[in-house]
């Protein structure tokens, strides 16, 4: 079946430690996106890829990193830099290279800093 | 973040009613986009409409794009257990700042 996984569904780190978020896709879409989810609130986007081997930051990316290495895969580093990691992690592709295209999205990680 | 203005936060009703949400915003969106989120799930697409004006069902749902661009509602008519959720628009900004905007969200919850 053609769609988004991540995982793992939940993800427990310590404070100070970084952890990556895998992401992939078997759907052929150019761009991905990485989103972040708290209670009560819509998503923000931290950062996002049109093409193999580029992204831009969105607009909460400071303590995220990301690469792009595989049209499939965009994995998404929380480095110890991010004060406040806790939060449910939304992952998204859409078919073409520009953001005006229709996003479909992952199941999500959630993950929690002890 | 620019977040749209997403209303009621939240909705309690009988089985067998009709719902109504919406979205406004101070911009002009190129597209507007409805999704349902279940409780820790990524949203699932309901709707996409892409021309002011434009007007589509999926089933019990229907979702417009007002003509000024700046608001979109969605509609679902005879409610029943399963539409529990959380359903968020989301509005695509044309020119150079071409990304997804969402609202905040609106909670669904149906009594039996």
């Known amino acids: 079946d053609g769609g988004i996984t991540q995982s793992p569904k939940y993800l427990f780190r310590k404070e100070g430690q970084n952890v990556t978020l895998s992401c992939e896709q078997n759907?052929?879409?150019?761009?991905m996106y990485w989103y972040r989810q708290d209670p009560g609130q819509g998503l923000r986007l931290i950062y996002y890829s049109q093409i193999v081997n580029d992204f831009q930051k969105g607009d909460i990316a400071e303590g995220y990193s990301v690469s792009r290495e595989k049209k499939e895969s965009f994995p998404l580093t929380v480095t110890s830099a991010q004060k406040n990691p806790t939060a449910f992690y939304l992952c998204a592709s859409s078919p073409r290279g520009r953001m005006q295209e229709t996003q479909y999205f992952g199941p999500g990680t959630r993950l929690l800093v002890l | 973040g620019q977040q749209l203005n997403q209303s009621p936060q939240s909705m309690f009703i009988q089985e067998g009613e009709d719902v109504s949400m919406n979205c406004t915003s101070s911009?002009?969106?190129?597209?507007w986009l409805w999704y349902k989120q279940d409780p820790g799930e990524g949203p699932v697409l309901l709707i996409a409409?892409?021309?002011?004006?434009e007007l589509t069902s999926n089933g019990r749902l229907t979702a417009q794009f007002g003509i000024t661009r700046k608001d979109s509602f969605l509609n679902i008519s005879a409610s029943i257990p399963s539409d529990v959720g959380i359903y968020f628009c989301a509005g695509q900004l044309g020119g150079a700042t071409n990304k997804l905007i969402f609202g905040t969200g609106t909670l669904l919850a149906v009594q039996p």
């Open positions: 911009s002009i969106f190129n597209t």
């Open positions: 759907l052929n879409h150019d761009a």
């Open positions: 409409l892409y021309k002011a004006g």
